[in-house]
């Protein structure tokens, strides 16, 4: 399992002065890719600069996590006020730190796609803007298919691959078999386990738990779960009777609030004060997630070696999105990988959370494959929902594969 990044960070300077028409374009055949990536689909304002090699040659990011934190969740136009508030500095401080001025951009790739309207929206914006100011082509980029390919900046991953998605919007199975070939598997019928994640955190007032207050609701989970008894509170896994690949995670949340609802009770405490079995309830939380996200993944293996759809040496599972971050929860998936002889591949945590860094490098994937650049981009739109590939998921239910017994245990 690949955890942690080999990311260099080198200064570039092309001299390009003082040459002819014909040495300008065999220079610019020449000159490495570089492109900018702006990224502001949830409550993260980032920018970076990649190289084809994958070189991250400067970055920036703001993050709103205090400011929601405060408020219980994320509020949208809360969020789109502070991309446009700092939108400007965050990608000037990118290049800035890069040392590439914008007239020697090959490209710049934005998030269009899904996410937050409103906060899509100042993205979109500020990039068409940016583009007509410097004259370069444009790059739009699905939020998820960016996820996806961020671990092929890291290491040798080749198509086909399966990919998990996991994030606080997203939860989702595919087989990635090129830039923009996906063939979607599953997918959560509700909420995503970020976000349910979050919405327990905040049920259990983890905000005003001492070790807990800078926390996101799934990092506070996490490190709680670390000290608790999962054995200690009972929680039926979701769709355990449902043979597909598909997620689910509001039914568990319900469970939960009834859980926590009768503690409360049996406590005699009031809304904002802390369980003593709290760590009890993020520990069990936390491993029915891992094991609901086990299970459906496990499916979708023995779904892609049924079809074969991936190579018989050597297949791979990457893993991405913000919960990729969660240790318990890879290692809980890396019992099915290792039984099923498939490798484990999960950028590192800052790289699984929303990056500039993965949207400049889906833009240098693109460049490669000679897919979605735009030179007039203007009738572009951004779209809060946007499905990712082909959707198999009802050949998936018809195959109707039982999942062997695997002890998922830690």
């Excluded at 709680?224 to 009972?234: F, M, Q």
């Excluded at 039914?251 to 405490?269: F, M, Y």
């Excluded at 890879?330 to 002889?341: F, M, P, R, S």
């Amino acid at each position: 399992m690949a955890r942690k990044a080999n990311v260099a960070r080198v200064g570039v300077a092309m001299a390009m002065h003082c040459l002819g028409p014909r040495a300008l374009s065999r220079a610019a055949a020449r000159a490495p890719r570089l492109v900018l990536g702006i990224e502001t689909s949830c409550d993260d304002t980032a920018a970076a600069v990649v190289g084809e090699a994958g070189t991250v040659l400067g970055e920036a990011l703001h993050s709103q996590k205090e400011t929601h934190l405060k408020a219980g969740g994320i509020i949208p136009p809360v969020a789109q006020r502070l991309h446009r508030e700092h939108l400007d500095r965050v990608v000037q401080e990118a290049l800035d730190n890069s040392g590439v001025p914008l007239n020697e951009l090959t490209a710049i790739a934005t998030t269009i796609k899904p996410g937050l309207a409103l906060s899509l929206q100042v993205g979109l914006e500020y990039s068409l803007k940016l583009i007509e100011q410097c004259k370069k082509p444009f790059i739009p980029v699905h939020h998820m298919e960016a996820h996806a390919l961020t671990i092929r900046m890291l290491q040798p991953v080749e198509f086909p691959f399966l990919v998990l998605l996991i994030s606080g919007g997203h939860s989702l199975l595919a087989v990635a078999r090129g830039v923009d070939d996906f063939l979607l598997l599953g997918q959560t019928l509700d909420e995503a386990p970020g976000d349910t994640l979050d919405k327990i955190a905040r049920r259990l007032s983890l905000k005003n738990h001492p070790a807990c207050c800078t926390m996101s609701g799934g990092e506070a989970i996490e490190y709680l779960a670390r000290t608790g008894n999962r054995l200690h509170v009972e929680i039926r896994e979701p769709m355990s009777h449902h043979i597909d690949c598909d997620f689910s995670f509001s039914g568990l949340r319900n469970q939960v609030n009834l859980i926590i609802a009768k503690k409360e009770k049996e406590e005699g405490i009031q809304d904002g004060q802390l369980l003593s079995c709290v760590n009890d309830i993020a520990a069990a939380v936390q491993h029915t997630v891992a094991v609901h996200l086990a299970k459906r993944t496990h499916r979708a293996i023995l779904f892609c070696k049924k079809e074969d759809f991936l190579p018989q040496s050597n297949p791979a599972l990457v893993v991405s999105g913000g919960v990729a971050s969660n240790e318990y929860i890879i290692k809980i998936l890396q019992i099915v990988t290792e039984a099923n002889g498939f490798s484990l591949n999960c950028p590192p945590p800052k790289l699984c959370t929303d990056n500039g860094i993965m949207i400049a490098w889906n833009g240098i994937e693109r460049l490669r494959a000679g897919i979605g650049i735009l030179h007039n981009p203007k009738a572009i739109r951004y779209e809060p929902k946007a499905p990712l590939g082909i959707n198999l998921s009802e050949q998936v239910r018809r195959a109707a594969l039982k999942v062997p017994y695997l002890k998922l245990k830690i």
